[in-house]
């Protein structure tokens, strides 16, 4: 506000005396006067503190000689407009040369100008800081896109970065301004939803919210995870809520794509789990001992049927070399063929014996392969018990053959014997006779010509009888001889 003085105070008839000096120099602002030339007339104390320029070097020299670069400053305009206008003036100003800001009054006068001024420096610096600190807020706030704000406990808009008033506005169609009821821009609906949230904050508890939120100008809906935070002041009364928001739209979408993927894994780990337990329950109720050995010839996991051939469980198996079962006997070849099943040939069918618990030996038959990948030995082992007897049984089975078709072979030799003599010796005299019988003449009586005949029917009906005893002879020693030629 400008005020206007009358020329006709003369300020330097004041400054003489002495109650007034002592006044100004006890006041804590500074004070000096010039006179219509410029000349420093008075310079109280507060003015020396201040400008950091003693009275004895400035009293009677030319205020703008002594302060020269305040003549293109504001200070030379504006107390040169109080003098031609007879017009207090008030403003602010930085003098550089000092470092300092000065907030100054300035009253013309009959006889020259009084000036007043205050050291407002550090008030300065500390707007500049706010300033500053402000603009750097803002500056951090907004670098960001998630949505930043706080509110007062009358739910009163204090601080809110771009994105905030963004969101407000595709959300409502509304500006909102700093001190704006953030709660007056949404549906009673929505109201009772938020309202409750900062009511929580406000009462001094911290938390995490999810919420679904649509924007009804883009139609857009989004998933957002809102912070919310008491601001507490000195006496730790909760003043107002520190707020921020972000997206976690993408998050839930990848968080339903995992949680679907991790339901598949549940499921096809159940499946395995099945199929691992259905795979148990074969390997345990197999008739044969399966395991695995490591490159070292230890074994590394063996099924429960090993309990059954053997008598040891499982666990008294594994960790054992194979050598500490195998019959002394079958060591050696045992030893080749586990060189050749680690050289790469698949072995089946391979015999040997192991010592059970009980020290009696089992006849076993082993298939085995070497898998590089796994680095181990696959084996499958069947107890041969069984066939081997069957072996035995059939092994004595031929000897008794054998020896039966050597008993045979000899009454072969027999037959042959006995036909050679049916065929030869005793159809002689069978021959003889019959001979004979034609040499009688043929006068003989009746009687006697009636036993003749009798007679040679006779030795022919023995004759025939010869001959099919030597054909079934025949042919019994033929049939023997087809056996012993097939054996």
């Not at 809110?160 to 007056?184: E, H, I």
């Not at 000897?399 to 036909?419: D, F, G, H, Y």
Request: proline share 3%; charged share 25%.
């Amino acid at each position: 506000m400008e005020e206007h003085y009358p020329h006709d105070i003369n300020i330097q008839d004041l400054l003489h005396a002495g109650s007034v000096s002592c006044v100004l120099n006890a006041v804590t602002d500074g004070f000096y006067f010039v006179n219509n030339e410029w000349d420093v007339i008075f310079w109280n104390d507060a003015a020396e503190s201040i400008l950091n320029y003693p009275r004895k070097n400035i009293l009677g020299k030319n205020l703008w000689d002594v302060f020269a670069p305040a003549r293109d400053m504001i200070f030379f305009t504006e107390y040169h407009k109080a003098k031609a206008q007879n017009t207090a003036v008030a403003f602010e100003a930085y003098y550089p040369p000092s470092d300092i800001w000065v907030m100054v009054k300035a009253y013309p006068a009959k006889d020259g100008i009084a000036v007043y001024f205050k050291d407002i420096t550090l008030k300065k610096k500390m707007q500049d800081e706010v300033v500053y600190q402000r603009i750097q807020q803002q500056a951090i706030i907004n670098a960001t896109e998630d949505v930043i704000w706080s509110i007062d406990r009358d739910y009163r808009l204090l601080l809110a970065n771009d994105k905030f008033l963004l969101n407000v506005y595709r959300y409502s169609g509304k500006n909102l301004q700093t001190g704006d009821n953030v709660l007056t821009l949404m549906s009673e609906e929505e109201g009772l939803k938020w309202k409750p949230l900062y009511d929580k904050a406000l009462a001094g508890q911290s938390f995490k919210h999810d919420m679904l939120i649509s924007y009804s100008l883009t139609g857009e809906s989004v998933y957002t995870e809102i912070s919310l935070n008491p601001i507490y002041d000195e006496s730790s009364c909760a003043q107002g809520i520190a707020c921020y928001s972000r997206d976690i739209t993408a998050s839930k979408r990848y968080l339903g794509l995992i949680e679907d993927k991790n339901r598949k894994l549940q499921a096809q780990e159940q499946h395995l789990l099945t199929l691992k337990q259905e795979l148990e329950m074969i390997l345990d109720n197999s008739p044969d001992i399966i395991a695995t050995l490591n490159k070292e010839g230890t074994y590394v996991s063996v099924n429960n049927t090993v309990l059954d051939i053997l008598g040891y469980t499982p666990a008294e198996i594994t960790g054992k070399h194979f050598s500490e079962l195998v019959h002394p006997e079958d060591a050696g070849t045992t030893f080749e063929i586990n060189e050749k099943i680690h050289g790469g040939t698949r072995i089946t069918a391979f015999r040997n014996r192991l010592i059970k618990k009980n020290e009696a030996a089992v006849p076993l038959i082993w298939s085995a392969v070497w898998n590089k990948e796994a680095g181990l030995m696959f084996c499958v082992a069947r107890d041969a018990t069984i066939l081997h007897a069957a072996e035995l049984e059939k092994q004595k089975t031929q000897e008794k053959l054998e020896q039966a078709v050597r008993s045979l072979t000899e009454q072969n030799k027999v037959l042959k014997e006995i036909a050679f003599i049916q065929s030869h010796e005793v159809r002689r005299p069978v021959a003889n006779i019959l001979g004979l019988i034609q040499l009688m003449p043929d006068e003989l009586s009746t009687q006697s010509a009636h036993c003749i005949a009798l007679l040679r029917k006779s030795v022919e009906e023995l004759d025939t009888l010869i001959r099919q005893i030597v054909h079934k002879t025949y042919n019994v020693r033929e049939a023997g001889e087809a056996i012993t030629a097939n054996e």
